[in-house]
């Protein structure tokens, strides 16, 4: 059967496998791409302000659904300005497509207008970067794009489509990806495992991302308490275990103290399930220690190139932690009591999660926002979050129970935090949604928010406004201090900003507001920004 054009042969494919959302910014280099679109009313068009915004918003849809998150971008421009979000997929193991529009193919490679070579640029963020040469191949390259997106660690993709190529007539695809089959290991290693868990004093399971997917959490949840494992999540993945559940023992971080982790170096037996052990969660490659852990470990992720990449697993298991988890507990569980070992660890958890009582002398002290957020948000609510001091309350503070989510970019990127709440709450607008960002950040991609008022997104949107890039201010203070350098903002009125959007607008600006303002904006169910007036004060050594 004949498909109307190559572009609809792509979006054949991409429908096919459920992808029913993209994100963009267009550009004269993919008109047939674009034309392509109006004949696919299942796929939702997004149109973006900016590259960046686009491109974050598909890297959160991507992380929400399982599914790789497609952005749609003009060549040289438009590409340049996605860079951001193809970073952030990589850094985050988040599957992503990235589609963009290329110069004609014939003129391929002689610096035409606004031409990039994509190999080169995205070379090594990208898991996979292909540029068409002929229409047939454009379906051909969405199908294994899909693959590779959402297969090992999952991450980020660039097809290249020239525009002479996206609109001639091809077959009608009918690819389908089948899912790919994880055996779990043979009887006798999982009877070795499962004797090595009963032995075990002091284990400890280090839980990451691989667990963010449908049963994941109720899988890892199971193992658990069917052995009585004490669990830490990797960096900022925090939602991955009920952080009230009583084997919870707290996030490996950029601050551990150093007392929590000398008792963490106590540990007889390292489960790292799910996780790529990279530098923050280990500590700078010390827990577990690199090449060789002090501890027995046992590191099991869906791809052969994370096991053993760095420190050496005594039970190196490249296969699906969720399985494992599902597998492992129909082994009897004979150990000794742990209720001291876990006891101890708890103890270190909770005082690092004890809320700072200092008060800030001028303006808010933004943990109590966080505080109050925390405890008047329903069980439904996701914190989507930007980079900045304004988000470190949240990271050691806010204790998210099931139906909880978190947001965060992994990769530290400024700008994640608006577009991400929008993905969010267009892939389900009955959740609450924060938008935790600072002022710098919001400067970044807070345009975008203009679609929460064109879709009626009921998102909450809290501006830190402390008249700085703060977290580098922190920094420039300890290294340099007094000598204040390129961290100043002079910032607009974000009342009046969001105001012209057509949004309800709060200010923020004393202590005793703060319950009753945040209440209101959770129940309100429509887009309202709340500024909220902190300064450095509560922050700066
Ligand atoms: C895109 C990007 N640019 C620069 C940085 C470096 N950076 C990290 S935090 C930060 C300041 C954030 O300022 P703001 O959003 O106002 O939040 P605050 O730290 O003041 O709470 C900067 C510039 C980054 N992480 N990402």
Redesign the pocket.
């Known amino acids: 059967m004949q498909s109307k054009t190559s572009s609809h042969a792509l979006f054949d494919v991409l429908a096919g496998h459920g992808l029913d959302r993209v994100f963009l910014v267009p550009g004269e280099s993919y008109l047939g791409l674009l034309d392509a679109l109006v004949d696919f009313p299942t796929i939702d068009v997004v149109t973006c302000r900016h590259e960046g915004g686009a491109g974050y918003m598909a890297v959160a849809d991507g992380r929400l659904t399982g599914r790789p998150g497609v952005a749609l971008v003009s060549r040289g421009p438009g590409a340049s300005n996605a860079a ?1 979000a193809v970073h952030t997929a990589q850094q985050d193991a988040v599957p992503m497509i990235l589609l963009i529009g290329q110069i004609a193919a014939r003129d391929l490679r002689r610096e035409a207008f606004q031409e990039i070579d994509y190999q080169k640029m995205f070379g090594s963020i990208a898991k996979w970067v292909f540029e068409c040469t002929t229409p047939e191949q454009l379906a051909q390259a969405a199908f294994k794009a899909i693959r590779i997106a959402t297969s090992g660690v999952p991450g980020p993709v660039v097809i290249v489509i020239p525009e002479d190529i996206q609109q001639q007539t091809v077959t009608k695809p009918s690819f389908t990806n089948h899912k790919q089959i994880f055996g779990v290991p043979d009887t006798t290693t999982l009877t070795q495992i499962a004797n090595r868990i009963n032995q075990a004093k002091r284990p400890l399971i280090i839980a990451g991302g691989a667990y963010d997917c449908p049963g994941g959490r109720e899988a890892l949840n199971a193992l658990a308490h069917h052995f009585e494992l004490p669990v830490m999540v990797s960096f900022r993945r925090h939602d991955i275990y009920a952080n009230d559940d009583s084997l919870y023992v707290g996030d490996l971080n950029l601050a551990n103290p150093a007392k929590q982790m000398e008792t963490l170096q106590q540990s007889d037996f390292i489960l790292a399930l799910g996780t790529r052990l990279g530098d923050i969660t280990t500590q700078n490659y010390v827990f577990p220690r690199y090449a060789q852990a002090a501890q027995t470990l046992l590191h099991c992720y869906p791809d052969s190139r994370v096991v053993g990449w760095d420190t050496v697993a005594d039970f190196g298991l490249v296969c699906d932690p969720v399985r494992l988890a599902e597998t492992l507990i129909s082994f009897p569980a004979k150990h000794a009591d742990r209720s001291n070992w876990i006891g101890s660890l708890r103890e270190h958890a909770q005082a690092w999660w004890a809320w700072p009582t200092r008060e800030a002398k001028k303006g808010i002290n933004y943990a109590q926002v966080v505080r109050s957020v925390m405890e008047h948000a329903p069980l439904d609510t996701t914190i989507c979050l ?6 470190a309350p949240v990271y050691r503070h806010f204790q998210f129970r099931t139906g909880q989510r978190l947001m965060a970019p992994l990769a ?4 994640y935090g608006t577009p991400a709440a929008l993905a969010c709450s267009l892939r389900d607008s009955s959740r609450t949604i924060v938008c935790m ?6 400067m ?1 991609t807070g345009n975008e928010m203009i679609l929460a008022v064109e879709r009626q997104l009921p998102i909450v949107f809290l501006v ?1 406004n ?1 008249g ?7 920094h420039q203070e300890r290294g340099y201090p007094g000598r204040v350098s390129g961290t100043s ?1 002079f910032n607009p009125d974000f009342h009046d900003l969001a105001r012209s959007f057509g949004m309800q607008a709060v200010r923020l600006s004393t202590q005793a507001e703060i319950d009753d303002v945040i209440k209101h904006a959770l129940n309100l169910r429509k887009p309202i920004l709340i500024e909220v007036n902190t300064s450095l004060d509560a922050i700066l050594p």
């Not at 530290?412 to 700008?415: C, R, V, Y």
């Not at 700085?468 to 922190?474: K, P, Q, T, V």
């Open positions: 951001i930007d980079a900045g001091t304004f988000a530290g990127a400024m700008g960002v600072g002022d710098g950040g919001f970044m830190a402390n700085s890039y703060g977290s580098i201010r922190l903002l």
